[in-house]
């Protein structure tokens, strides 16, 4: 048995809402990768899709792409797709692309971190000189943060400080993210756990004063970064 299409079988069995919407999306952003690019690749559906074709692109026109994967998830499934993948480590992104859950109304605060990845997912954003953020309309709102929270990755040995800190900053929710099918909460890729954090209000600067807590590793709330939506 081919262990990895058998994993593959399982990842690509999941339900994609909006599909043909994505699809359109992720064709887009596939018809920017150039030969030699070295690309980050986010997670989510439409991270998934647009990974698909780049693929397709790379047999049927044979440019060479290397892939930042930001989840074990996609790098599974460039492996699968035989798309060559490196560290952030080791080289430097060209461009990125990535998902949200929410995209607030002047489309430069997202939030992102509902599949517990926005670490990678915000260094490859850091050092990308521009992130194409795929999205289809349903992740646009008037509001960020009223439906979906903030996920805030902490060290498991801070959670209680970093809580109460939270709270001090105007938190009205803060709730240790359970597994599902597993006793406990999540543990993150970097084996920390994840707080889904709701803020009374989200000002200029609150996205550094996460950071500026001791204990927290980074937030899913992203203000004002080089990227660009395409949905």
């Keep these: 048995m081919e262990w990895m299409n058998s994993n593959m079988q399982e990842i690509e069995a999941k339900n994609i809402s909006n599909r043909e919407q994505k699809e359109k999306i992720a064709k887009e952003v596939a018809l920017k990768a150039k030969d030699g690019d070295v690309i980050g690749f986010g997670s989510g559906s439409t ?12 047999e049927e026109e044979g440019i060479n792409i290397t892939a930042i994967p930001t989840s ?19 080289v430097r992104p060209d461009w990125a692309f990535d998902g949200a859950d929410e995209v607030g109304k002047n489309d430069n605060i997202l939030i992102k971190g509902r599949g517990a990845a926005m670490f990678k997912e915000k260094l490859n954003m850091v050092n990308a000189g521009i992130t194409y953020i ?52 999540v ?13 009374v209000e989200i000002y200029e600067t609150l996205e550094e004063d996460i950071k500026s807590i001791t204990g927290v590793i980074e937030s899913g709330l992203f203000i004002d970064y080089p990227i660009e939506v395409l949905h």
Excluded: H, W
Excluded at 138 to 143: A, E, G, I, L, P
């Design 72 to 90: 074990f998830e996609i790098k599974a499934l460039c492996q699968n797709l035989k798309i060559p993948t490196a560290s952030i480590l080791e």
């Design 134 to 185: 795929l999205v289809d309309d349903s992740k646009f709102v008037d509001k960020l943060n009223e439906k979906m929270p903030i996920p805030i990755e902490v060290y498991p040995e801070a959670v209680s400080s970093v809580k109460e800190a939270l709270l001090d900053l105007g938190a009205k929710e803060c709730l240790l993210r359970k597994a599902e099918k597993k006793d406990g909460p």
């Design 187 to 199: 543990f993150t890729e970097n084996n920390n756990v994840i707080l889904d954090t709701k803020f």
């Design 47 to 58: 991270s998934y899709l647009a990974a698909k074709e780049i693929a397709k692109r790379m």
